[in-house]
Protein backbone atom coordinates (compact mmCIF):
# COMPACT_ATOMS: atom_id res chain seq x y z
CA UNK A 1 0.00 0.00 0.00
CA UNK A 2 1.13 3.57 -0.99
CA UNK A 3 1.82 5.15 2.45
CA UNK A 4 0.78 8.67 0.97
CA UNK A 5 -2.56 7.32 0.58
CA UNK A 6 -2.64 5.79 4.14
CA UNK A 7 -3.60 9.36 5.73
CA UNK A 8 -7.07 9.46 7.26
CA UNK A 9 -6.37 13.31 7.08
CA UNK A 10 -5.71 12.60 2.80
CA UNK A 11 -9.00 11.09 2.69
CA UNK A 12 -10.95 13.07 4.68
CA UNK A 13 -9.89 15.83 2.38
CA UNK A 14 -10.44 14.04 -0.87
CA UNK A 15 -13.92 13.26 0.61
CA UNK A 16 -13.83 17.00 1.49
CA UNK A 17 -13.22 18.03 -1.87
CA UNK A 18 -15.72 15.30 -3.48
CA UNK A 19 -18.81 16.57 -1.15
CA UNK A 20 -17.83 20.61 -1.94
CA UNK A 21 -17.98 19.93 -6.03
CA UNK A 22 -21.30 17.71 -5.45
CA UNK A 23 -22.85 20.43 -3.36
CA UNK A 24 -21.73 23.28 -5.60
CA UNK A 25 -23.45 21.17 -8.50
CA UNK A 26 -26.61 20.78 -6.75
CA UNK A 27 -26.56 24.60 -5.94
CA UNK A 28 -26.20 25.55 -9.96
CA UNK A 29 -29.11 22.85 -10.60
CA UNK A 30 -31.46 24.38 -8.12
CA UNK A 31 -30.51 27.69 -9.44
CA UNK A 32 -31.20 26.60 -13.10
CA UNK A 33 -34.55 25.10 -11.69
CA UNK A 34 -35.55 28.67 -9.99
CA UNK A 35 -34.79 30.25 -13.24
CA UNK A 36 -36.63 27.47 -15.01
CA UNK A 37 -39.63 27.97 -13.18
CA UNK A 38 -39.55 31.72 -13.61
CA UNK A 39 -39.61 32.16 -17.48
CA UNK A 40 -42.03 28.96 -17.39
CA UNK A 41 -44.36 31.60 -14.97
CA UNK A 42 -43.34 34.34 -18.29
CA UNK A 43 -44.49 32.27 -20.91
CA UNK A 44 -47.66 31.44 -19.05
CA UNK A 45 -48.84 34.68 -18.25
CA UNK A 46 -47.19 35.72 -22.31
CA UNK A 47 -49.92 32.76 -23.47
CA UNK A 48 -52.51 33.85 -21.13
CA UNK A 49 -52.35 37.14 -22.13
CA UNK A 50 -52.31 36.42 -26.14
CA UNK A 51 -55.14 33.65 -25.39
CA UNK A 52 -57.47 36.10 -23.23
CA UNK A 53 -60.32 36.79 -25.86
CA UNK A 54 -60.54 32.55 -25.76
CA UNK A 55 -60.58 32.08 -22.01
CA UNK A 56 -56.50 31.65 -22.26
CA UNK A 57 -54.77 28.45 -22.08
CA UNK A 58 -57.03 26.78 -20.06
CA UNK A 59 -60.44 27.99 -22.43
CA UNK A 60 -58.26 27.06 -25.58
CA UNK A 61 -57.52 23.76 -24.25
CA UNK A 62 -61.13 23.26 -23.01
CA UNK A 63 -59.54 22.20 -20.00
CA UNK A 64 -60.92 23.07 -16.51
CA UNK A 65 -58.08 22.06 -14.05
CA UNK A 66 -55.07 23.19 -15.99
CA UNK A 67 -53.22 25.26 -12.91
CA UNK A 68 -49.62 25.89 -13.45
CA UNK A 69 -48.43 24.65 -9.79
CA UNK A 70 -44.37 24.68 -9.83
CA UNK A 71 -42.60 24.63 -6.19
CA UNK A 72 -39.67 26.41 -5.89
CA UNK A 73 -37.64 24.09 -4.09
CA UNK A 74 -34.02 25.79 -4.65
CA UNK A 75 -33.74 27.18 -1.58
CA UNK A 76 -34.44 24.33 0.17
CA UNK A 77 -31.45 22.75 -1.52
CA UNK A 78 -29.41 25.25 -1.32
CA UNK A 79 -29.83 24.59 2.58
CA UNK A 80 -29.48 21.56 2.53
CA UNK A 81 -25.81 21.58 0.14
CA UNK A 82 -24.78 24.02 3.16
CA UNK A 83 -25.38 21.53 5.59
CA UNK A 84 -23.32 18.94 3.38
CA UNK A 85 -20.25 21.48 3.60
CA UNK A 86 -21.05 21.83 6.99
CA UNK A 87 -20.67 18.16 7.62
CA UNK A 88 -17.58 17.33 5.19
CA UNK A 89 -15.78 20.03 6.35
CA UNK A 90 -11.87 19.01 7.48
CA UNK A 91 -10.38 21.68 9.65
CA UNK A 92 -7.11 22.91 9.42
CA UNK A 93 -4.59 20.95 11.42
CA UNK A 94 -1.54 22.28 12.06
CA UNK A 95 1.55 21.15 13.82
CA UNK A 96 2.30 22.46 17.38
CA UNK A 97 5.21 20.24 18.24
CA UNK A 98 5.20 17.64 20.91
CA UNK A 99 3.01 19.14 23.97
CA UNK A 100 5.54 16.77 26.48
CA UNK A 101 5.84 18.17 30.09
CA UNK A 102 8.38 16.28 32.00
CA UNK A 103 7.16 17.66 35.07
CA UNK A 104 3.48 17.30 34.37
CA UNK A 105 3.12 14.19 36.78
CA UNK A 106 4.92 16.42 39.59
CA UNK A 107 2.42 17.86 42.42
CA UNK A 108 3.23 21.59 43.17
CA UNK A 109 4.31 24.93 41.32
CA UNK A 110 6.97 25.28 38.70
CA UNK A 111 9.59 26.01 41.31
CA UNK A 112 8.93 22.94 43.52
CA UNK A 113 8.38 20.42 40.29
CA UNK A 114 11.60 21.93 39.26
CA UNK A 115 13.47 21.62 42.71
CA UNK A 116 11.51 17.82 43.23
CA UNK A 117 12.99 16.74 39.61
CA UNK A 118 16.76 17.96 40.48
CA UNK A 119 16.62 15.89 43.38
CA UNK A 120 15.05 12.73 41.70
CA UNK A 121 18.21 12.98 39.69
CA UNK A 122 20.29 13.10 42.49
CA UNK A 123 18.50 10.06 44.24
CA UNK A 124 18.82 8.38 40.97
CA UNK A 125 22.73 9.36 40.66
CA UNK A 126 23.13 7.59 44.45
CA UNK A 127 21.30 4.78 43.65
CA UNK A 128 22.94 3.87 40.46
CA UNK A 129 26.52 5.64 40.74
CA UNK A 130 28.11 2.41 43.18
CA UNK A 131 26.83 0.31 40.49
CA UNK A 132 28.58 2.24 37.32
CA UNK A 133 31.67 2.89 39.25
CA UNK A 134 32.80 -0.52 39.23
CA UNK A 135 31.73 -1.01 35.78
CA UNK A 136 33.92 2.09 34.38
CA UNK A 137 36.50 1.08 36.45
CA UNK A 138 36.88 -2.69 34.55
CA UNK A 139 36.73 -1.05 31.25
CA UNK A 140 39.66 1.90 31.91
CA UNK A 141 41.30 -1.40 32.85
CA UNK A 142 41.23 -3.57 30.12
CA UNK A 143 41.89 -0.42 27.35
CA UNK A 144 45.08 0.15 29.70
CA UNK A 145 45.87 -4.07 29.72
CA UNK A 146 45.48 -3.86 26.01
CA UNK A 147 47.47 -1.29 25.29
CA UNK A 148 51.64 -1.35 24.52
CA UNK A 149 53.82 1.40 25.58
CA UNK A 150 56.61 2.38 22.85
CA UNK A 151 59.57 4.71 23.96
CA UNK A 152 60.82 6.80 20.96
CA UNK A 153 63.15 9.15 19.93
CA UNK A 154 62.18 12.18 17.69
CA UNK A 155 65.62 13.63 15.63
CA UNK A 156 65.72 16.88 18.07
CA UNK A 157 66.79 13.89 20.77
CA UNK A 158 62.94 14.34 22.90
CA UNK A 159 62.04 11.70 24.14
CA UNK A 160 58.69 10.59 23.60
CA UNK A 161 56.22 7.66 25.09
CA UNK A 162 53.58 6.39 23.02
CA UNK A 163 50.76 4.39 23.74
CA UNK A 164 49.99 1.48 21.15
CA UNK A 165 46.79 -1.15 21.42
CA UNK A 166 47.62 -4.52 21.07
CA UNK A 167 46.86 -6.22 18.14
CA UNK A 168 44.95 -9.70 19.17
CA UNK A 169 46.82 -13.10 17.88
CA UNK A 170 45.95 -13.97 14.49
CA UNK A 171 44.43 -17.86 14.45
CA UNK A 172 45.51 -19.64 11.81
CA UNK A 173 44.01 -22.32 10.72
CA UNK A 174 45.25 -25.18 8.57
CA UNK A 175 43.00 -27.97 6.73
Keep these: MDPSTDHPTLWASVLEIITNETARA ?8 TQMRT ?3 QH ?3 LDYLLAEEGGVCGKLNDSNCCLKIDDNGQVVKQITSGIR ?4 VPVQTWKGWE ?3 FSWLPGAPWVKRI ?9 MVVFLPCLIPCFIQLIQSIVSNMQFVSTASPDGIKQ ?4 R ?10
Excluded: E, N
Design 26 to 33: LDLLADQA
Design 39 to 41: AIF
Design 44 to 46: RMV
Design 86 to 89: KLAH
Design 100 to 102: FDP
Design 116 to 124: LFYMLCGLA
Design 161 to 164: IRAI
Design 166 to 175: KKAPSIIQVV
